[in-house]
């Protein structure tokens, strides 16, 4: 096993807690355009998915095009929700950014979302001095860039390429199954962290390892640093 020049992080549900906020809100939208939805049907369907992707299948369902104002309608909504409501942390977030800043490990975060959402939500936590968009500086990485969104491997390879890392040298987080697809198609180790998605279908994605705390993130990094 090699040693780990770089953690890659997911953004939506593994620094931020912004995922049950959205698949309600995608519940909504998709509901109102004609397809009933819950918001645990959406989790089960959409989570970590793109939007391109599930506008085609809302397409496919309803029978009808939403065309191009579908994305950026739905994006508006999501920023007034996040401006009202806020988006709180995920538990042990922080944690987890001091200590891979103490142990001097280098890390990025990489998500399927456009900068100006990382921009929404890692922008509003943190406090005002050290928010955490500001400290990702030079080390945020949105599929938007490349046009290419996870499962495609393209996104962390990018990062991987950019911060001078080679793919057996870096550790992905995520809490998607689309995201440890990505890791595993990228031929990078994977930490699952399940949340929201059941740790089966994280381990089923190909999950190196998978765990239920960000804390475990913390212990199984430090396991693997040796
Ligand atoms: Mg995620």
């Known amino acids: 096993m090699s040693s780990i020049d770089l953690v890659?992080?997911?953004?939506?549900?593994?620094?931020?807690?912004?995922?049950?906020?959205?698949?309600?809100?995608?519940?909504e939208v998709v509901t109102e355009l004609g397809w009933p939805m819950t918001s645990d049907d959406a989790t089960t369907r959409f989570k970590g998915r793109d939007l391109h992707e599930i506008q085609a299948e809302v397409e496919t369902q309803i029978?009808?095009?939403?065309?191009?104002?579908?994305?950026?309608?739905?994006?508006?909504?999501m920023a007034e929700v996040f401006?009202?409501?806020?988006?709180?942390p995920i538990e042990g977030a922080d944690a987890l950014l001091a200590w891979l800043e103490s142990s001097d490990t280098k890390h990025a975060v990489a998500s399927n979302a456009p900068h100006e959402k990382m921009k929404l939500t890692l922008g509003r936590t943190g406090g005002d001095d050290s928010d955490w968009y500001t400290r990702f500086e030079g080390r945020r990485f949105s599929a938007y860039d490349i046009q290419k969104w996870?499962?495609?491997p393209a996104l962390f390879l990018h990062a991987a390429q950019i911060m001078g890392a080679t793919p057996d040298?870096?550790?992905v987080v995520e809490d998607s199954r689309s995201g440890i697809s990505?890791?595993?198609a990228a031929g990078m180790r994977s930490i699952g962290f399940a949340d929201l998605t059941p740790a089966r279908e994280l381990a089923g994605a190909g999950a190196t390892h998978v765990v239920e705390t960000i804390a475990d993130v913390v212990k199984t990094l430090r396991a693997w640093m040796v």
């Open 169 to 171: 040298s870096c550790i």
């Open 83 to 88: 401006v009202r409501d806020g988006v709180p």
């Open 150 to 152: 996870k499962p495609d």
């Open 8 to 27: 890659i992080l997911d953004c939506d549900g593994v620094l931020v807690d912004s995922e049950r906020i959205t698949t309600r809100l995608l519940a």
């Open 63 to 77: 029978g009808r095009v939403l065309g191009d104002g579908f994305i950026p309608g739905y994006r508006e909504r």
């Open 182 to 184: 990505a890791a595993s």
